[in-house]
C-alpha cells in the first residue's frame, strides 16, 4: 500500500508525523504527551534528565551536517561571528555521553552531526524534532551544510542550494517503510528560504551559488557509481533539473515538510574531476576529497 499523504493510515502513528501552529513543533503522535519520560536515545538527552525548555528553548537554527568535526569546526565559526564571550574553541558536545551524534550550541544556534545516509540523518531528526517539540521552540530553521557530488560545468566550490530533493528516478519524493508499509512523502524544500541564501551569497564575493534540484542516493557505491554511469543516466538527471547529488536531502526535506520547520539544503562542491559521456558531453563528477570550510 502506498500513502501518498502522511495525513491517512499508518504514517499517522509516527512519532515524527507533526504540524506547525503558532510556530512551535507540534508532534502527531498520540501518546507522546502522556508519557511519563521521552528518553532522546542517541542525543544522550531526556525530558527526565534535563530541563530541554530551559537549555534549548530560545534556539532558532539548526544546522546539520555529515561529521562531528565539521559541526563543531561550524558551531565555532558562529560562536566568533555572533560575538559571543570566550573565544568559543572549548564548546561541549553535548551528546557526547552516547558517543553517536555531535551537537554543539552557539547562541541560538545549534549545531549538530548526522552521519552518513538516510538511516543515519532519519534517526538524528527524529530525536532534534522531539528535542525542538519538548523545548517549545518557536520559529526554528533547520539547514543542512553539506557536500555533494556535482552535474554539469559548475565551478569548483560552488554551493548548491537546493529547491526540490528528488529521489534517483527524479521524483520528488521520499519513499519510506514504514512497519509493513511504503509511505511516499513529499520533498519541496523552503523556496524563499532557498531565495534569500542565494540572495545572501550575492552578497559576498567569490561565493558561487546556485538553486537547483538535488537527487538523494541510499548509497554512495550502488546508489551513485557516476564514474560507472556513462549510459546516459546522468544526462537525463542534468535534464531533470538536477546538478548535484548527495545521500540525505529527501529524508531531510520530508521531516522538515511534515514538521512545518523552514528547512535547506546547502552543499559544497569541493573538488572535481571530469568525465566524458558517450554522446560527448563533458560531466563533472565532484569527489568528497576534504571537509569544506566555512565561508567567512
Ligand atoms: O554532509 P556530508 O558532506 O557529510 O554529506 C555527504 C553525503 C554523504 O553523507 C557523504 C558521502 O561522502 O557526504
Ligand atoms: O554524496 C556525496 C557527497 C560528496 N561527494 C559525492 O560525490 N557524493
Redesign the pocket.
Known amino acids: 500500500r502506498v500513502l501518498l499523504s502522511a495525513d491517512s493510515g499508518r504514517a499517522a502513528m509516527t512519532e515524527t508525523t507533526v504540524y506547525p501552529g503558532g510556530g512551535l513543533v507540534h508532534i502527531k503522535n498520540p501518546h507522546l504527551e502522556s508519557m511519563e519520560e521521552d528518553i532522546l536515545h542517541h542525543l544522550d538527552l531526556g525530558t527526565k534528565t534535563h530541563n530541554l525548555p530551559a537549555v534549548f528553548g530560545d534556539i532558532k537554527f539548526v544546522c546539520?551536517?555529515?561529521?562531528p568535526n565539521?559541526m563543531r569546526a561550524f558551531a565555532q565559526f558562529m560562536h566568533k561571528q555572533l560575538g559571543l564571550a570566550g573565544d568559543g574553541e572549548d564548546l561541549a558536545d553535548i551528546c557526547a555521553g552516547m558517543d553517536r551524534y555531535a551537537m554543539y550550541r552557539a547562541g541560538p544556534v545549534l549545531s549538530i552531526s548526522?552521519?552518513?545516509?538516510i538511516p543515519?540523518?532519519s534517526i538524528m531528526l527524529h530525536e532534534l524534532i522531539k528535542l525542538l517539540h519538548h523545548a517549545k521552540c518557536r520559529d526554528v530553521t533547520i539547514i543542512?551544510?553539506?557536500?555533494?557530488g556535482g552535474l554539469g560545468k559548475i565551478k569548483l566550490g560552488t554551493v548548491v542550494i537546493t529547491d526540490t530533493a528528488v529521489d534517483s528516478s527524479f521524483k520528488p519524493r521520499f519513499e519510506q517503510v514504514v512497519l509493513d508499509d511504503v509511505v511516499v512523502q513529499s520533498t519541496e524544500l523552503d523556496k524563499d528560504l532557498a531565495k534569500e541564501l542565494l540572495a545572501c551569497s550575492k552578497e559576498i564575493s567569490d561565493f558561487p551559488a546556485l538553486i537547483s534540484h538535488t537527487m538523494c542516493a541510499y548509497d554512495?557505491y550502488e546508489g551513485k557509481t557516476t564514474f560507472g554511469r556513462l549510459d546516459g543516466y546522468l544526462k537525463r538527471a542534468y535534464n531533470a533539473g538536477v546538478r548535484n547529488i548527495?545521500?540525505?536531502s529527501t529524508a531531510f526535506a520530508a521531516l522538515c515538510g511534515l514538521c512545518g520547520l523552514k528547512g535547506e539544503c546547502f552543499?559544497?562542491l569541493p573538488c572535481i574531476h571530469s568525465l566524458t559521456q558517450p554522446e560527448g558531453l563533458v560531466w563533472c563528477e565532484i569527489q568528497?576529497t576534504q571537509?569544506?570550510k566555512p565561508h567567512s
Not at 546539520?64 to 561529521?67: A, P
Not at 548526522?114 to 545516509?117: F, V
Request: aromatic share 4%; net charge negative.
Open positions: 546539520v551536517g555529515g561529521s565539521r548526522h552521519g552518513m545516509g543515519s540523518i543542512r551544510i553539506g557536500t555533494s554512495f548527495e545521500m540525505e552543499c559544497i568528497t571537509e569544506p
